[in-house]
């Protein structure tokens, strides 16, 4: 399946720059399935623009919109935490308008170790004018989701096979003390469902970075 023009990281960082040469704010989207290395690229791609001195840059990862437990639980959801249906996704298009505007504003991130989102753990500051908004589902091609892509100046997909993602995928719960059967068992369980819907699901981007592994 074609996901756009494809670029590699280094080339993808001046043409982020050269676009974003005339705007206030210029808002990128970095999609892909989980275990894609969003977050990485992320990083990478915001070090690499403030170094070249085009413009400050600043991640804003979507995980900050994780429902809590608490609303999860009574919903049933509590299992599929992850899953498109799990995000406060309302709350985050109104975050991206408000980051549109310019200004200052406060984020929430997702903090992996509580396993909760913390309100106003991160801080968008008016000299930021590259954001890099980075998350599973943002060009998933489902409603309410569909409804963010007119936010966005431009969008890109991270490809991975799907072999390589359930290798990453088991590798996580592995990391958190699972044995084999039982980290495949988790990753079965939801965060493979979730990363088959992203790559079937989702519209095609602006550019694709291909991560083989």
């Given at each position: 399946?074609?996901?756009?023009?494809?670029?590699?990281?280094?080339?993808?960082?001046?043409?982020?720059?050269?676009?974003?040469?005339?705007?206030?704010?210029?808002?990128?989207?970095?999609?892909?399935?989980?275990?894609?290395?969003?977050?990485?690229?992320?990083e990478?791609?915001?070090?690499?623009l403030?170094?070249?001195?085009?413009?400050?840059?600043?991640?804003?990862?979507?995980?900050?919109?994780?429902?809590?437990?608490?609303?999860?639980?009574?919903?049933?959801?509590l299992?599929?935490?992850?899953?498109?249906?799990?995000?406060?996704?309302e709350?985050?298009?109104?975050?991206?308008?408000?980051?549109?505007?310019?200004?200052?504003?406060?984020?929430?991130?997702?903090d992996?170790?509580?396993?909760?989102?913390?309100?106003?753990?991160?801080?968008?500051?008016?000299?930021?004018?590259?954001?890099l908004?980075?998350?599973?589902?943002?060009?998933?091609?489902?409603?309410?989701?569909?409804?963010?892509a007119?936010?966005?100046?431009?969008?890109?997909?991270?490809?991975?096979?799907?072999?390589?993602l359930?290798?990453?995928?088991?590798?996580?719960?592995?990391?958190?003390?699972?044995?084999?059967?039982?980290?495949?068992?988790?990753?079965?369980?939801?965060?493979?469902?979730?990363?088959?819907?992203?790559?079937?699901?989702?519209?095609?981007?602006?550019?694709?970075?291909?991560?083989e592994?």
């Amino acid at each position: 399946m074609n996901r756009g023009e494809p670029i590699a990281p280094s080339r993808l960082a001046r043409l982020i720059a050269e676009r974003a040469a005339d705007k206030p704010r210029f808002m990128v989207a970095l999609a892909g399935p989980p275990g894609a290395g969003k977050s990485t690229l992320a990083e990478a791609l915001a070090a690499e623009l403030d170094k070249s001195g085009a413009a400050p840059a600043v991640v804003v990862p979507m995980d900050g919109f994780h429902f809590d437990n608490q609303v999860l639980e009574p919903l049933g959801l509590l299992a599929r935490k992850g899953a498109p249906e799990t995000f406060d996704v309302e709350g985050f298009a109104l975050c991206l308008d408000r980051l549109a505007a310019g200004g200052e504003a406060a984020i929430p991130l997702f903090d992996r170790a509580l396993d909760l989102a913390r309100a106003g753990a991160g801080l968008v500051r008016p000299e930021h004018r590259i954001l890099l908004i980075e998350g599973n589902y943002l060009l998933l091609d489902e409603p309410p989701w569909n409804g963010l892509a007119d936010r966005f100046d431009l969008s890109v997909w991270i490809d991975v096979p799907m072999r390589e993602l359930e290798r990453r995928l088991i590798a996580r719960w592995l990391d958190h003390g699972y044995d084999r059967a039982g980290a495949a068992a988790r990753a079965q369980a939801n965060d493979i469902p979730n990363a088959e819907r992203t790559v079937r699901g989702s519209r095609c981007a602006d550019f694709v970075v291909s991560a083989e592994g």
